[in-house]
Each structure stands twice: as C-alpha cells, then as structure tokens.
C-alpha cells in the first residue's frame, strides 16, 4: 500500500477511450420506444435533438469509443483529478477501513458537469450546429455546458427553472460569464412557457417545463440542438473518465476497491464511477460490492418500478424503459437539485435489474452532516448531491469500526458545495428539515404511467 | 519548451523549506517601532499576540525556515498545486507570448490563504493556544483559518465586517462548518465594539474595528492568540510555497521567466509568488521583470507615501515602516476587498524602495474584464483579487502581439472565483462603477500619519 494522502497523473493519463458498458452486458437493454407507435426509435427520430456522433453513440455496443483531440486539449484544463486518500477522515471516525475519494470539484464549474458537456459541444459544432439549447435546475448543468460551448464557438441557450433563477443567482452569473444566454423557465420565449405563464405569470417553473422549453426551441432551429447533462447512454459514457482514472489511480495506491459508493440522480456520476469497475468486475479480475445512494425525497431504485414512462413531465420524450416514480412525480424541495428526477438512466436502471449493483437511500439531513464533517477533516467542502455518497460512506466506515474489516472504500466527490452554504448554514441553525414520502403519495404518481 | 498545458507534481515535491528573503536583502527593513517610545519592538511586546515560533520567524534572517511535517501533511491535501499554461487564452489574443499561471484556487477554501493559516494553527496549538482569533473582510482570511483550526483541535473565533456578514454570507457560512464561531463586527461582546455599537447601532463596521475587536479578545485571555493572514513578514514567508513549486514547474516547462505579474494587497500572494524567483535573480541565475498590480482605488504602490503607519484603523498596533495611504483612508468599495488595505507588507515596501519590482494599478472594470475573457478561454473563473494580475497579465500579452516578443509572462490565479459572482454579474450587466480618487483624498487621509 502507497503511503501517498493523494495521487495526481500526468496529462499523458487522461483516457484516450471512453468506456461503453453495452458492449459487455449480458442482456442488451431494452430500447426507448415511440410515444406513439411503440415502437422502438431510430437515429432518424432524435436527429433533430442531437448531431449524429451522439446519436450513434447513443446506441453504440462498441466497447471503446475514443475521446477526439479536441475534447482531450480541453480536458487537459483540468483532467486528470486527484484520487485522495481520506486518511483524515479515517482518523476522525476512528476506523480501520481504508477510504479513497475520486474529486471532480476542480472543474472550471465546479463539478463533473463538464465531462460531458465537452464532448457535447464538440461534436455538435463538428456537424455545424450554432446553438445548444439546455434546461438547468440549480446551474451545475447549464454552467458546465455554457463553458464548453464557449471553448467550440457554439452559443449556447439555458433555460433556468425560476425558482432557482431568483434565488440562487450564483451559477446562473456564472452561465452569463462564460457567455450563455440565460432565460427564467416558464419564459415567453417559447409557446410551451408562454401557455404556461398566460395560466399562471407567477409560476416558479420545474424541470420538467424547462425541458419542454429547450426541446422546442432545439426543434424550431435548423442550426441548434439540444443537449442533456445526465440520464442518456452517451451522457453515462462520456463520464467514464472519472472511473477510468481512479482504477489507474487506485492501483498506483496498491488498492482493490471492496466497495464502491456513488451518488445517483440521473445516474451520470455514478455511472461515470462504477463502469469501469464492472467492467473489470465482469471479467472476473476484482469483485466489489457497488452501491448507489438516491435521497429518500426521490428513492427511484429503492421505492420506484421499473417500467417505460417519459423523461420529463409534459411527456415529449421517447418512453424509457427506467426506474420511475412517474413522470409526474414532484420531490419535495431538497437541497441536493442533481437528485431530484423522477427518472434514473435507463441503461443503469438495466443494469440494477441484472443484479449487478445495490442501491440505498439518505435522507437529507444525515447527509449534510456528512458533508460537513468531511470538510472538516478533508478540507473540501462536498455538494449536497456527493454528501449522500460521503453518507453511506462514513455509515460503511463506522460499521468496519465495529467489525474490525479493513475494507477499502471508494467514492466520489462529484462537486464542490461553494455554491451550497445557504443549504450547510440551515443545516447548522438546526433549521433543515427531512421528508417523509407517504407510499400513497408514490403510488398515486405512479398512475400517471403510460399505460403498456 | 514541453508542449504540456498542465504540469502538476508529486505531493514528495511539496517544498520542505519555506523561503525567508530577509536573508538575502542587501539592506535590512526598518523595524517596527512602539508607538509610545519609538523603540523597535521586541519578542516580548509581541508575545500576547503570537506565538514564539510565529514571532522568531517575523524577526529571522535565516534562509530556509523548514515546514514542520505536520503542516506538510495538511498541504498534502491540495499542494502542490498545478502551473498551467494558458495556452487558450495565448490563442484568443493571438498573442506570441507564452503566459503560464499558477492555480491556488483548488484549495480547501478556494484561494492561497491556507498556506499560511495552516502553519499558524499548528505552530499556536504546539505552544498550548487554545483559541485563535482573527479579523475578515469577505472572508477568505476567516474561513482559511477555519479550516487551519479545524485540523488541530484549536477553537476559531473571527470578527467578520458586518457589511460583508449581512450581504456575502456564503464564506460565513463557510467558516461555520468549518466549526468556527462568527460575529459581525462590531460585535457586543468586546468593549471595542461595544463602545462602536453604543454610539452607532448600524455601523457597518470595517477591516479596523474587526482588527480591533479580534486584537482585544486575543489580548484579554491567556490561551488566546490573534492571526494575521498578509502583511506580516512570516505570512509572506509562508506563502513562497507558491513560488518554490512554480520555479521547479516552469523549469519542467523548459522556461525561463521574462515577466511576473501578482496582484497585491496586503502582499502575502504577490510576495509568495515572487520571492523565490527574486531569490533567483539576486544569484544572477534568471532577470525577469517582476510587476505588483493594486487597484486604482486603493494605490498603496503608487500614490502611497513610505512611512512609518499604524497597521490598523485604531492605532493599536506597532508602527510599521510601509507604503502607506494613511490608517484612516477608507477605500471605495471596490469588490476585490482583499486588496482594500490603506498599507502594505513593510517587507514588500522595503523591497519596492530598493527597487527590485515595479507596481501598476488598475481600475475594477477592466480587471473585471480580463477575469471574465480568462474564464471564456481557461475555463477557471479568477476572483476579483487575481482578476488584477491576470488584466496586467493580457495587457502585457497584446503589447507582444504589437511587438513580436516572445515573452515567458508568469502569474497567479491566487483564488477561484464563485463566491463573487454576484460582482461579475454587475459587471456584465454594465452596472460596475470605476472610482475616481482625487490626490486631495490621499492627501487629506496622510494627515493622519503619525508624525516622525
């Protein structure tokens, strides 16, 4: 075992593939299909949404798909990330477990985001689109692609769920910055918002309504697409930098992971995390137990079916065949915005059904303290989306103080929580409060499944 | 020239020493002097304040002072820290300049301050303090400190400006999870802000009375003691990490520095950088130019006089020999609050009289230009601090794309820019005011130096 608190890699290191789990599934996943026909979808009907790179990807069984240059030189800002050692932490909590944490706050936004967008930006602007559209709740998306379109020359359109947009300025400052074009969502730009604001000029917006904005918009252009910061298989791919660098990185430590810990929402951090180690898990060569953490305000894995329904609420999307708790499905108001999606990544969702990894739920205040107490011995103050993983971690940590395990732990920190204190300082005043999510409530939502 | 952007090292190559450039001055800076008798003080005036390791170190004239292992062990939480070059922003200015810039804004509280703080904590907990006290503006200091406290048991307790507690409590916050305890100062709870409170219930207080309020505190108990996080010649000492690991990175690079640019304002950033390249240059070994950037609102450098000056507001403090506006200029609210001091390191300003770097100011509007043009090319968002080196920084980089020059421009992004993205945004907005400082206001403010 290495001594080392962190290991850094040289630039040399960043992946030059990214890694597709289709290729090595057992049973392929089930396809999205057509709302109406139902039947399954072809590159033809998402050609309007998204460049033909993306589309092929999206349905690619390819084992490796290799990172252009252009995305590599501009991962080079601040890829590789370190893989850290909490040695602090384990001090603190008094335990024998050994436990690592990949950090991807280091970003130009701050999180993970970025991964992805790149990519995004670059194959679209290598078809000639001129504008990207995007929905964004908190910002962590909308920054992350606002920065990677202003490295390709796209312009780049954000449509910011109101609530956000008024009370949480910051990321969308940070949006204009880089030099997106930032709209409160329901906005007049658009017939989906406007119908909206007509019913109701006060509305303070969802998710789901700023998809529906940046879908038209996307759609009414000839030269702009649309581009989705988690939940679809190229998005997944794309994070598979993160997984790819701390198996290298865990290596250089010395270090066969006994368990892998991740947030997940739309299931781009986690996936990003965790795919490599199933491949290798796969193919026989390590065996960890992997387990996702979803806030118990939106327990997709843990409380919801799996079953095709939309990806967002006024239901344009192609069904997905996912866990859900229906479309429909409102999360109370938790911190952590990146988890409250009444969906989770179809190709993950498969993959849960195959048996190949575990999944649990926190709730918010649990993780908050968790949060705070890593940064206390870490330094790095986590958002509240990676505190659930830190959560379960520091849950795991205590356990293998009890039995003695020298497990060795790994996790992610997938962003960092600078732009969270509002949410830590209510915490700390005792003022934070935890959900209760009544089955009823659960099934009544599930009604609003298409039916099969 | 490696054909690198990132060169990041192994944390074995965290700097064992720091380094004290008192050793190598040919002329020795004047001493502080006791306001009453106008002796240079000595160890024993200054023990209610700091500790005697903290004291030996402001007063050595040895080189290599060596960093104890335990603070090395903190550093290894984020140290060393990545020399990019800015190889996108080169190419967006078509500038034949080579820029490199150091990154400090991965750390634990997102700029350089913990450099120092961390040495501080640990060299008070070894001595047997207890609690530290301290003062902070927007609070970078403070919540560096927090963190600093946070890993060796000591309690932290900061007075931090009101107008800065009611309208930026994002690193308020900050400091509370970190486990410190805050008060808007003017605070009740010492006879200086008392007695401030008692006559004006709404002051929105200021640097001096928070100095004022923490030099109380830490006088009155005796497991107390007071941080400073600039101008003093240890925090300067303590930061040349920065400079150390940017002279073995720029050596990976295969450069040779032409220009060093660092933003100032108590001193401690722009001394960390430049120190051991000064070091360097005093053995023959390199010339660069070596340029101070200070904003235009608060000219120390370049409208100040150098004179003997009460470092605070109040006049509690010894007199020090320095560039100075005068302890009671109150500088236009200019957002880069860590640059509104009405002094300056004397070290840097004995220094600057012997000539060994030159100094510019600049206003807010085009530095706020320049942090946001390196945002859309780098990725990093510069705080409005470094936002002033990086304006110096692409000034600079057009006069080569006139002249043809090659220049090697070395700088530091001394800390990251999402806490201030509320000033970014009225910059954007086109709202940010420039201020005029007429010499009669200068003027007017040295009347109140104490007479020699």
């Known amino acids: 075992m290495h001594e080392a608190t962190r290991i850094l890699l040289d630039e040399s290191r960043i992946p030059r593939h990214w890694y ?71 001090r603190a909590l008094g ?13 130009p936004s701050g999180s993970h985001k970025p991964n992805t967008a790149v990519p995004q930006a ?25 920065f990677a379109c202003a490295q390709f020359g796209v312009a780049c359109e954000v449509w910011m769920v109101r609530a956000s947009y008024d009370q949480k300025p910051h990321r969308r400052s940070l949006m204009r910055v880089y030099g997106a074009t930032v709209h409160a969502s329901p906005s007049p730009v658009t017939g989906a918002g406007g ?66 810990v991740g947030c997940a929402g739309g299931g781009s951090n986690f996936a990003g995390l965790s795919f490599p180690f199933l491949r290798e898990k796969l193919a026989g060569r390590i065996d960890p137990v992997i387990r996702a953490v979803e806030p118990a305000a939106c327990p997709t894995f843990t409380r919801g079916v799996y079953a095709y329904d939309f990806g967002d609420t006024a239901g344009l999307t192609p069904l997905l065949k996912m866990h859900t708790l229906g479309h429909d499905f409102v999360p109370d108001p938790i911190h952590a915005g990146g988890l409250r999606y009444h969906g989770m990544s179809p190709l993950l969702s498969h993959i849960y059904e195959l048996g190949m990894f575990e999944a649990v739920a926190k709730g918010q205040r649990e993780c908050f303290a968790a949060g705070a107490r ?22 795991e940590a205590l356990r293998c103080k009890e039995s003695g395990e020298e497990k ?13 204190l509002g949410a830590y300082d209510q915490y700390l005043s005792g003022e934070m409060a935890d959900f209760d999510l009544p089955q009823e409530r659960i099934e009544a939502s599930l009604t609003s499944l298409p039916a099969s």
Chains 1, 2 share one sequence.
């Open 408 to 420: 060795v732990i790994l996790t992610a920190v997938c962003g960092h929580g600078h732009f969270d």
């Open 20 to 90: 597709n789990i289709a290729a090595d599934l057992p049973v392929p996943p089930p396809p999205p299909l057509h709302p109406g026909t139902r039947e399954p979808i072809g590159p033809d009907d998402l050609a309007p949404l998204f460049p033909a790179e993306l589309i092929a990807q999206e349905v690619s069984t390819e084992g490796r798909i290799p990172v252009p240059d252009a995305v590599l030189d501009v991962y080079r800002l601040w890829r590789p990330t370190p893989l850290v050692r909490a040695r602090r932490l384990e």
């Open 122 to 146: 670059y194959y679209n602007a290598q078809q000639g689109v001129r504008r990207l559209t995007t929905e964004t709740g908190a910002g962590q998306w909308g920054s992350a692609l606002a």
């Open 195 to 260: 119908k909206i604001l007509a019913a109701d000029p006060d509305s303070p917006g969802s998710l789901g309504i700023a998809i529906s904005e940046a879908v038209e918009a996307a759609s009414a252009a000839d030269d702009t697409r649309y581009a989705l910061g988690s939940v679809l298989n190229h998005v997944l791919t794309h994070q598979t930098v993160i997984g790819e660098e701390a198996l290298e990185q865990l290596a250089a430590f010395g270090e066969t992971p006994d368990l892998i």
């Open 95 to 107: 335990t024998p477990a050994r436990i690592y944490y990949k950090y991807e706050g280091g970003s």
């Open 374 to 395: 890593f940064a206390r011995a870490e330094g790095v103050l986590p958002a509240p989306e990676p505190s659930h993983a830190v959560a379960e971690v520091i849950a």
